[in-house]
């Protein structure tokens, strides 16, 4: 006897909802604040901040043996607009032509340039090798055994990364899969039968997330993957993970399958990722919430704040019909006498940093807990120092959350970095405040501030793996400033100036310094320069995004380079900024973007233009490139991400009629040139 399956009909906008109810204020300082801060830095009274907020760049460019030609502007300029041609005279840093705002259904470069995709969702990576079947037909464990969903935060790893690291011929090339599009996923979309989702479309879904490990390799100048390789690897939301850090084996991570709190399987919703010093890879733990339910009448403080979801879990995974405990466990519902009957606890194993080496393809993914828990975007570390500790700063992106920064106990050494450097540090948050200073606030049980304000709020943590495993909370408790949505940082590699983007948050009504607008639709980029004392730091915003004419300071966006909705960043060894943007489908259809894109950005002089437009209802996220520039991987996800089953909004990559798939764009110069020159 059959059971018919029913189509599902599953929402999967992809974020978390609100979470942060808290009540510690944010700032009552306004624009008008802001602006009387520029007139006095424009006034030189602030000399010292003006220099590190831009002058001090010049000549930041001739850092690397190989980028000889393209030091940037040496201009401290003060162009009217960003995309005068003139601003830039000095040097090619922006050589190319900015190309128009455009929805095609194809990937747009400037002249001179070429795209082409490449190892899009579905090509067969490990193990049997099968291949993808444009119907939707392949099985779970085809899925297991072919690159993953929704391409994300990206790596190129050059093959001599841990010696010289400058092939750009070989590498591995490492990747986020993020999540999946229901209804371009599978071949009829979601179903369920009797309330229960069929097992092997759960274990597809749960392969198509995690990280793909790609071993790539460069002959006649086209780039093809190593078939056979031993690097190639997929990590999926299945894979089994070491806990490591502070909040190793606490009793809140206590689950039937390690009832000591030492293990769990799988990373979820990685978005964007993050190169170790020691070139390991670290991939972001983002919406994870969603994909748990929690029944239980009262919620703990460590589910509720992560949004985690009382009625069922976004893909029903724990309904797999089999029952069986790797899909069992997405149920956080109290149903055993202890954590270590039941997976109560299962969240909290997740919302973390994860360590990957992929040069070791046996090795075992490694959660890190001191770098917090949250809906982490990424992470980017500032370039290490010999005999210093290392520092890395990751966003939370849901609405009116933060951004933090992680210092480690130990020094670095070169030659015996390791990921040890991440189980032991301070966590500090992001307090912006309205005059451009700024203070990171510690998340640390022993500091005498920490307790105090902790003891104000009446809130209670009964260790240092408790502050970790409620990060968020604790940084309510230390009066963080709640941001428009903080996404990927980049960091300077010469000045160790930091970018971040906040994508938009159009439900903001009380605006403050650091997030100036009300309904914040369209997003911007906030940097800033630590001090010396390493708690406290000088800010100011690099860019507003919005249409025509919208003006950060002396600069006004155009038609070369409105955007809206930031989210990816990268600075390239040259210092040049890349900008990909992330508009929901509506703000792409309705709005005058065009689709989403990437910008490339001078910080010294901010001429800023559009260098790639991607296809029907995708995101552009993640960009990296070989060491001499040369050859630049972009990743598209989800294109035709509104699509019905059936009836595609997108057929980019394979044209015709084919399934939208994400994939990776590789780009070049025609000349051979580097990217942007
Ligand atoms: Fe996965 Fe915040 O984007
Ligand atoms: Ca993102
Ligand atoms: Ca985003
Ligand atoms: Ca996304």
Known sequence: MIEKNTPLVIDNSGEEPLSNFSDNPTFAAILDARQQRRAFLKGGVGAAVATFMGISLVGCGSDDDDNNSSSSSSSSSTASSSTSSSSSSAAPMLGFTAIAAARPDTILVP????????????????????????????????????????????????????????????????????????????????????????????????????????HIRKT?????????????????????????????????????????????????????????????????????AGYFVNKDATMPREHSRYGVPDDHGRFYWETAESGEDLYARFDASTLGATAADDYRNEPNTFGWMVEIDPFDPESK??????????GHEGVIFAPAEEGKPIVCYSGDDSTNEYIYKYVSAD??????????????????????????????????????????????????????????????????????????????????????????????????????????????????IIRWRENADANTFEWDIFLLGGDVGTTTGEISLTADNHFAS????????????????????????????GNNQMLAADPVTKETKRFLVGPMDCEVTGVHATPDLKTMFVNIQHPGDRSAVGDFTSHWPGGGTSRPRSATVIVTKNDGGMIGS
């Open 365 to 374: 993914p490694q959660k890190r807990t001191a770098l917090g828990r949250f």
């Open 220 to 288: 006649d100048n086209v780039w093809a993957v190593v078939e056979g390789s031993v690097f190639n690897r997929r990590i999926t939301g299945a894979t089994p993970m070491d806990i490591r850090g502070p909040v190793m084996a606490s009793a809140k991570l206590s689950t039937k399958y390690s009832p000591n709190g030492t293990e769990t399987r799988g990373t979820l919703n990685n978005c964007g990722s993050g190169l170790t010093p020691w070139n390991t890879y670290l991939t972001a733990e983002e919406n994870w």
């Open 111 to 214: 002249e001179g340039y070429t795209a082409t995709a490449f190892v899009p969702w579905g090509t067969p990576l490990t193990g049997s090798l099968p291949a993808f079947n444009d119907d939707g037909s392949n099985t779970g464990a085809d899925q297991e055994q072919q690159v993953g969903a929704h391409h994300d935060g990206i790596f190129f790893l050059p093959m001599d990364a841990k010696t010289t690291g400058t092939n750009s011929d070989e590498g591995l090339l490492v990747m986020n899969h993020e999540y999946f599009d229901p209804n371009v996923f599978h071949t009829n979309g979601p179903t369920s039968v009797d309330g229960k989702r069929p097992t092997d479309e759960v274990r597809k879904e749960v392969a198509g997330h995690g990280v793909s490990v790609i």
């Open 566 to 593: 930031p989210d990816g960043l990268w600075i390239d060894s040259r210092g040049v900024l890349w900008i990909q943007t992330d508009m929901s489908g509506s703000q792409q259809g309705d709005g005058p973007f």
């Open 411 to 524: 020094n670095y050494y070169a030659a015996i970095a390791g990921g040890y450097l991440l189980n032991n540090g301070t966590l500090y948050v992001a307090k912006f405040n309205e005059d451009g200073s700024g203070d990171w606030l510690p998340l640390d049980i022993s500091n005498p501030d920490f307790i105090a304000k902790a003891a104000d709020a009446e809130v209670t943590f009964a260790d240092q793996a408790d502050v970790l495993i409620n990060t968020r909370l604790a940084a309510d408790v230390m009066g963080a400033t709640k941001m428009d949505r903080p996404e990927w940082g980049a960091v300077h590699p010469d000045t160790g100036e930091v970018y971040f983007t906040l994508t938009n948050n159009s439900g903001r009504t009380v605006t403050d310094a650091a997030n100036p607008r009300p309904e914040n639709r369209t997003g911007h």
